[in-house]
């Protein structure tokens, strides 16, 4: 008789459960999944929902850093040698997060290929966003900026169908994150929703007409020269 064959380790079915060195939690709108000063000692997995992650400087002034979601990992400084957190977590509706203690981790990277696979996926992704982002906030007209980030939120460019931005992101929020004022995103959402390229039902559904804003280049050459005001309004 042949030996049975083990069966082939599946990450995502890992981190959906509990063991050893793993945790599942579920926060409600708004709880703190970890804060900035915190002990650095643990891996976390986004199973549902979205959460946001803020920086305060010395100076008390707050920015938001990213909003994470569905697949996305998030705490990986523990795994560099970072001894406390540099920034706070906190869920944006209701979400459900795996919690994976960091010996777990590096116990996992070393025997299983599936997992390091994933999380090395994870991370190049990272590095190629917060690139894009970088090169984003230098280049781009804050319009631009707000349109591609409503993409990102819904998932374009991601596997599978874009999504409606599901959590409740105020204009803050989003203002904090492409750099600008509340009043000019609420200025730049009221003309989106009147060119159809967003609806509200209940949520925010962002449609793929609003990558023509992306990809439109008014005035684009004379920014990079830095010959045009990257915030001024071409009507």
Do not use: H, I, S
């Given at each position: 008789m042949a030996?049975?064959?083990q069966s082939a380790f599946d990450p995502k079915a890992f981190l959906a459960s509990v063991g050893a060195g793993r945790s599942t939690m579920k926060m409600r709108a708004g709880q703190v999944i970890f804060a900035q000063g915190d002990s650095a000692d643990a891996l976390f997995y986004v199973q549902k929902g979205r959460v946001k992650v803020t920086t305060v400087s010395s100076q008390g002034k707050e920015a938001v850093v990213a909003i994470l979601g569905l697949g996305d990992f998030f705490g990986e400084g523990c795994l560099a040698g970072q001894?406390?957190?540099i920034s706070t977590v906190a869920a944006l509706a209701d979400a459900v997060i795996a919690r994976l203690d960091k010996a777990a981790v590096i116990r996992l990277l070393h025997e299983e290929p599936a997992f390091s696979?994933?999380?090395t996926a994870h991370l190049l992704a990272r590095h190629?966003?917060?690139?894009a982002d970088l090169i984003d906030q230098l280049f781009n007209s804050s319009e631009k900026r707000l349109a591609r980030l409503l993409l990102?939120?819904?998932?374009?460019g991601k596997e599978g169908a874009p999504q409606p931005v599901a959590a409740k992101i105020s204009q803050e929020t989003l203002a904090e994150m492409i750099g600008t004022t509340r009043s000019r995103v609420s200025f730049f959402m009221n003309r989106f929703r009147r060119l159809g390229f967003i609806t509200y039902n209940g949520h925010l559904e962002v449609h793929s007409s609003l990558l023509s804003v992306v990809l439109h280049d008014d005035q684009g050459s004379a920014r990079i020269a830095g010959m045009g005001d990257p915030d001024q309004d071409f009507d």
């Open positions: 030996p049975a064959t001894p406390l957190r696979e994933l999380f190629v966003r917060m690139e990102l939120l819904a998932n374009f």
